[in-house]
T-cell receptor, first 117, second 117 residues
Framework: GAVVSQHPSWVICKSGTSVKIECRSL??????MFWYRQFPKQSLMLMAT?????????EQGVEKDKFLINHASLTLSTLTVTSAHPEDSSFYIC?????????????FGPGTRLTVT | AQTVTQSQPEMSVQEAETVTLSCTYD???????LFWYKQPPSRQMILVIR??????QNATENRFSVNFQKAAKSFSLKISDSQLGDAAMYFC??????????????FGQGTRLTINP
C-alpha cells in the first residue's frame, strides 16, 4: 500500500512552453502533498506544500507564478512549470501524506526529470 | 529554522562490513521526528528508519540501526553486514511535531555510500 505515482517520468520541452507534472496517490487519500526539486548530486529542496482544496504554500524564493500547484482532489496534485527555461531543468519529486495526523511518513513518488531545451 | 547537516559527502565500505553515516541537526523544539532515507540510482526515495525524539531507545530495522543522541543533536545511521544493494545516496531528515504545521521534511545534504565487493 501507500503508493504514489508521477507522470510523466521524463519530459523534454522547448524553452517558453509550459509543462504539467501529475502526482497521484494510488491507494490512499492524500490531504497534503509536497513538491521537491533536486539538482544533480544535491539534496531535495522543498518547493511548496499543498493541501487538498486550498492554495499551496510556497517556500521562500520559489516563484509561485512560475510553479503553479493545484491540489484539486484527495488523490491528485499537479505542478505546472510555466514559460519553462533551461534553468528549470531538474528532477521534480512529489510526496504525499494522509489525513491521519499521527502518521509520521511521507510517501514519495518516483520523480519526474524535466529537460528544457 | 531547523537545519540538518551531513558532513560526509561520500563514504565507502567493503561488502559485509559495517559503516556509520553521520548526521547532526539544530532545533529548539523538544519533540520531533528524525528519518534516514535512501535514494538508489532509480532515485526513488525509500524510508530506511525513523526515530521519535521522545523515545530514548534507539530505533532498529534489521541491519540498520541509529545512534540517537538528543543532547548532542546527533543522529547517526549504522549499516551492518553491508550489501551491494545498500549502495545509494542517504539523506538524514528532520520533521517537526505532528501538531505544528504541515510537518514538512528538512533534508541534509546527503552522503553517497559505495559498497566495494
Amino acid at each position: 500500500g501507500a503508493v504514489v505515482s508521477q507522470h510523466p517520468s521524463w519530459v523534454i520541452c522547448k524553452s517558453g512552453t509550459s509543462v504539467k507534472i501529475e502526482c497521484r496517490s494510488l491507494d490512499f487519500q492524500a490531504t497534503t502533498m509536497f513538491w521537491y526539486r533536486q539538482f544533480p548530486k544535491q539534496s531535495l529542496m522543498l518547493m511548496a506544500t499543498s493541501n487538498e482544496g486550498s492554495k499551496a504554500t510556497y517556500e521562500q524564493g520559489v516563484e509561485k507564478d512560475k510553479f503553479l500547484i493545484n491540489h484539486a482532489s484527495l488523490t491528485l496534485s499537479t505542478l505546472t512549470v510555466t514559460s519553462a527555461h533551461p534553468e528549470d531543468s531538474s528532477f521534480y519529486i512529489c510526496s504525499a501524506r494522509t489525513w491521519d495526523l499521527s502518521s509520521y511518513e511521507q510517501y514519495f513518488g518516483p520523480g519526474t526529470r524535466l529537460t528544457v531545451t | 529554522a531547523q537545519t540538518v547537516t551531513q558532513s560526509q559527502p561520500e563514504m565507502s565500505v567493503q561488502e559485509a562490513e559495517t559503516v556509520t553515516l553521520s548526521c547532526t541537526y539544530d532545533t529548539s523544539e523538544s519533540d520531533y521526528y528524525l528519518f534516514w532515507y535512501k535514494q538508489p540510482p532509480s532515485r526513488q526515495m525509500i524510508l530506511v528508519i525513523r526515530q521519535e525524539a521522545y523515545k530514548q531507545q534507539n530505533a532498529t530495522e534489521n541491519r540498520f540501526s541509529v545512534n540517537f543522541q538528543k543532547a548532542a543533536k546527533s543522529f547517526s545511521l549504522k549499516i551492518s553486514d553491508s550489501q551491494l544493494g545498500d549502495a545509494a545516496m542517504y539523506f538524514c531528515a528532520y520533521r517537526s511535531p505532528v501538531i505544528q504545521g504541515a510537518q514538512k521534511l528538512v533534508f541534509g545534504q546527503g552522503t553517497r555510500l559505495t559498497i566495494n565487493p
